[in-house]
Antibody, heavy 120, light 112 residues
Framework: EVQLLESGGDLIQPGGSLRLSCAAS????????MRWVRQAPGKGLEWVSL????????DYADSVKGRFTISRDNSKNTLYLQMNSLRADDTALYYC?????????????WGQGTLVTVSS | QSALTQPASVSGSPGQSITLSCTGT?????????VSWYRQYPGKAPKLMIY???NRPSGVSNRFSGSKSGHTASLTISGLQAEDEADYYC????????????FGGGTKVTVL
């Protein structure tokens, strides 16, 4: 059974930094691209970032580009999201999800999310 | 990048069929058969319900079906049940941004 467990969310002041982690199990982690998706309170889903299975290819939403960095440690089956220069509008529940389907077009497994609150 | 367009809400009575729409452009929904649908209960993570327009993952009820016509994809829920009350999001591959996917804004399904 695929399991994804996020951690690292916290209350952080504007301008601060935070690192989220996502521990994966139940599948061949290094063979799967992974995404971070976030959801602001009462709002819809928003793509944040994508990383290939080997970690060599990454992409970001314009809203986080230059501030967030996605990475992975395939030896530890763990995905990361380093978040710098945090702003109030980064407040959201952050999900990690396993990419699947043709063209990497769907997410077939999701974690339960970790809450990031940016406030002074 | 604009999101895909979904109606804010759709409702139906138990046993009825309802259809949710998801409208995009030729760069996403209209150009590729890579539309997915997710269901999300309050306080829970999304769950994949349909992928590549019309395919159901293992374990998803056959009451859920997907289709596409032109730039609009649709999710039909047949035999509506109370447990179908949730938010539903569509997603599509896109050639228009680096992340290669777009989300719709979500549709709240209410079972009357």
């Amino acid at each position: 059974e695929v399991q994804l467990l996020e951690s690292g969310g916290d209350l952080i002041q504007p301008g601060g930094s935070l690192r989220l982690s996502c521990a994966a199990s139940g599948f061949t982690f290094s063979s799967s691209a992974m995404r971070w998706v976030r959801q602001a309170p009462g709002k819809g889903l928003e793509w944040v970032s994508l990383i290939s299975g080997g970690g060599g290819s990454t992409d970001y939403a314009d809203s986080v580009k230059g501030r967030f960095t996605i990475s992975r440690d395939n030896s530890k089956n763990t995905l990361y999201l380093q978040m710098n220069s945090l702003r109030a509008d980064d407040t959201a529940l952050y999900y990690c999800a396993k990419v699947s389907c043709r063209a990497d077009s769907c997410l077939d497994s999701w974690g339960q999310g970790t809450l990031v609150t940016v406030s002074s | 990048q604009s999101a895909l367009t979904q109606p804010a809400s759709v409702s139906g009575s138990p046993g009825q069929s309802i259809t949710l729409s998801c409208t995009g452009t030729s760069s996403d929904v209209g150009g590729y058969n890579y539309v997915s649908w997710y269901r999300q209960y309050p306080g829970k993570a999304p769950k994949l319900m349909i992928y590549e327009v019309s395919n159901r993952p293992s374990g998803v009820s056959n009451r859920f079906s997907g289709s596409k016509s032109g730039h609009t994809a649709s999710l039909t829920i047949s035999g509506l049940q109370a447990e179908d009350e949730a938010d539903y999001y569509c997603s599509s591959y896109t050639s228009s941004n680096a992340l290669y996917v777009l989300f719709g804004g979500g549709t709240k399904v209410t079972v009357l």
